[in-house]
């Protein structure tokens, strides 16, 4: 049988969500790609820390008895999915009172049954024998990912996962929060970094971009760290 998730972070399968999120920090510092770790064993942490720290999809996966974690082959490129981009107004008052804004939209995430795969069950590529490169390019040169398993030496086999309908993916609610600083000029652009879609049949999320924009007249603009306002006096007098 091959690796859960648990084996993945290194953690028993009653491990309580204070020793996961221990678990996922301390395998993530060590694995990360900027210190120089595998990127592939990353994302396996990630795939893993994504199922294992929300209880719905946790509970999902045990109930799943808990099939083998889809690992790429370690020649696979790691694929990123696509990003989403959201556009939306803002108002100058939130602006000027530096409020905290709550973005919710929904993403697509790897199927917590299948793993993203889309088959209840895997097999090794019978093309390339697993080894997720093509053949022939090994003889002749330059070698390229197997067209039949794209690169990760295993293939669905049998009925398609029911939870995702074969698609390999599942659809996710998340809430990204920011707060909304007098700093900022408009239209503006916010970035967070995995926190777009997943891709069927494994790889790493895309980003979620976010662009404010302005739709109202407001009696304030802004001017760098400056708040101007100008207001119009119908009497001609006015005392100062």
């Not at 049988?1 to 290194?10: A, E, K, P, S």
């Not at 221990?22 to 990353?42: I, M, Q, S, V």
């Not at 994504?50 to 999902?60: I, T």
Request: glycine share 10%; aromatic share 6%; with cysteine.
């Amino acid at each position: 049988m091959g690796r859960t998730h648990y084996d993945v972070l290194g953690i028993p399968e009653n491990a309580s969500e204070e020793a996961i999120q221990k678990a996922y920090r301390k395998k993530a510092l060590e694995h990360h790609p900027d210190k120089k770790g595998n990127p592939e064993t990353f994302q396996g942490i990630s795939e893993a820390y994504e199922v294992l720290h929300d209880p719905k999809k946790r509970k999902d996966y045990d109930q799943s008895n808990k099939p083998p974690v889809r690992v790429s082959n370690k020649v696979a490129r790691v694929r990123k999915g696509p990003d989403l981009r959201l556009l939306l107004p803002i108002k100058t008052d939130d602006i000027v009172n530096e409020t905290i804004k709550n973005i919710v939209t929904t993403r697509s995430i790897h199927c917590p049954t299948c793993h993203g795969s889309g088959a209840r069950e895997m097999i090794k590529c019978p093309k390339c024998n697993g080894s997720g490169i093509d053949i022939i390019s090994t003889v002749m040169g330059p070698k390229k990912f197997c067209n039949a398993c794209k690169g990760y030496g295993d293939v669905p086999d049998g009925p398609s996962c029911k939870k995702c309908d074969g698609t390999g993916l599942i659809s996710e609610k998340i809430t990204r929060s920011l707060k909304i600083t007098r700093s900022i000029s408009l239209p503006f652009v916010t970035v967070f970094s995995g926190s777009g879609n997943f891709m069927a049949g494994g790889g790493s999320p895309g980003d979620l971009f976010i662009e404010f924009w302005s739709e109202e007249k407001s009696l304030y603009k802004i001017d760098g760290l400056d708040v101007k306002g100008s207001l119009s006096l119908k009497d001609r007098k006015s005392v100062v």
